[in-house]
């Protein structure tokens, strides 16, 4: 794998952004922006061997600034949502950001996706790193993370993550990457497999009850693969909720999804050491313009965001999101690529 950089833009806050693209011998290639240590483009080949970008984005730094959808980005300090922005740890309450009516969403007003990451070519792989302050957002203890890009010769692109704190904090780190693999167009014809036979049932506001579903007969049930269209269009009272998925499945097995183009001929297997990953079919995605000049709508990608169970220490029996100091999170999840035909 190759690593190349060129600048990308510079953000209303005077900062410069660069992005590195990574190439590997097949010619499949990633491009990562030290802004939100965002994945910005991946470009695979299909069983014809067309090229096919299969992640939305933006082709200028202002996009992102302006823009909601976290797309491609690195969120953190606590991925999906934390109820009435405030938890309990060791006996005393944090105050969080209320920015998702009254609940705190992917980091706060200012999560890890809106600053610009150090950023260094180690290994063959691309790693990111930033320190968030103690208090940032109202989050106890200083954080340092990294997250590290690799894209190998067999159409693999990983993600790992570290970090470490010096006090007891929560933390879970996803990629909030949209995923088309038919390179536009709608989700419908995209074939998908989940290795998850339980789920976390969510109220009208999208924070889990504490209730595990399971999947069986319902819409939910991805566990022999089958139509995203097939799905969103079987009555659920779940789905009913928001216009289509935006739950927290439990993941049985770390080779958790595996997911088919509409016309069958390229193929993305996600593989992760975390035990929940959270299913969005995009569908309150406004409609807008995209990179080079594509139209984005509701139910155009799927979003796949590895994750410990959100809004974790407000639930018992969920597994825990605390970091504690002397302790190290590490995570990886893997997105291949391959040809289906």
């Known amino acids: 794998m190759t690593v190349s950089r060129r600048p990308f833009g510079v953000t ?3 900062e410069q952004v660069f992005a590195y693209e990574l190439k590997n011998a097949a010619g499949a290639r990633a491009v990562v922006l030290d802004y939100g240590a965002t994945l910005q483009s991946l470009v695979v080949r ?9 992640v939305l984005g933006y082709d200028s730094l202002a996009e992102y ?8 980005a690195t969120i953190g300090r606590v991925a999906n949502r934390i109820a009435n922005a ?15 009516g009254p609940h705190h969403l992917h980091g706060g007003e200012r999560g890890f996706d809106r600053y610009v990451w150090a950023a260094e070519e180690r290994g063959g792989a691309l790693r990111l790193s930033r320190v968030s302050p103690d208090g940032e957002e109202g989050y106890p203890g200083k954080l340092s993370v990294t997250v590290e890009y690799s894209l190998s010769d067999g159409g693999e692109l990983s993600i790992g993550y570290e970090a470490e704190t010096d006090a007891p904090t929560p933390v879970n780190l996803t990629n909030h990457s ?29 924070l889990p009850t504490g209730r595990l579903l399971e999947v069986d007969g319902s819409a939910f049930d991805f566990r022999r693969g089958r139509a995203l269209g097939e799905a969103l269009a079987q009555e659920d009272a779940q789905t009913a909720l928001f216009g289509g998925f935006d739950h927290n499945f439990v993941l049985a097995s770390r080779s958790a999804a595996r997911a088919l183009s509409s016309d069958g001929a390229l193929a993305m297997d996600m593989y992760t050491t975390l035990p929940g990953v959270q299913l969005y079919t995009a569908n309150g995605m406004a409609a807008r313009r995209g990179k080079g000049g594509a139209e984005y709508s509701g139910h155009g990608a799927l979003c796949l965001e590895t994750q410990l169970f959100p809004d974790a220490l407000n639930h018992y029996g969920f597994p825990s999101n605390v970091l504690r100091p002397g302790e190290k999170l590490q995570s990886v999840t893997v997105y291949a690529f391959s040809a289906a035909r």
Do not use: K, M
């Open 65 to 72: 600034e302006q823009n909601g959808g976290h797309f491609g």
């Open 46 to 54: 299909d069983a014809a061997l067309c090229e096919r970008d299969v």
């Open 86 to 100: 405030r938890f309990s740890l060791d006996g005393r309450e944090y105050r969080l950001a209320a920015n998702n």
């Open 12 to 14: 209303a806050r005077g």
């Open 178 to 206: 949209y995923f088309n693999r038919d390179g536009g167009g709608s989700i419908y014809g995209h074939r998908l497999s989940l290795a998850a036979e339980l789920f976390c049932e969510a109220a009208p506001d999208c």
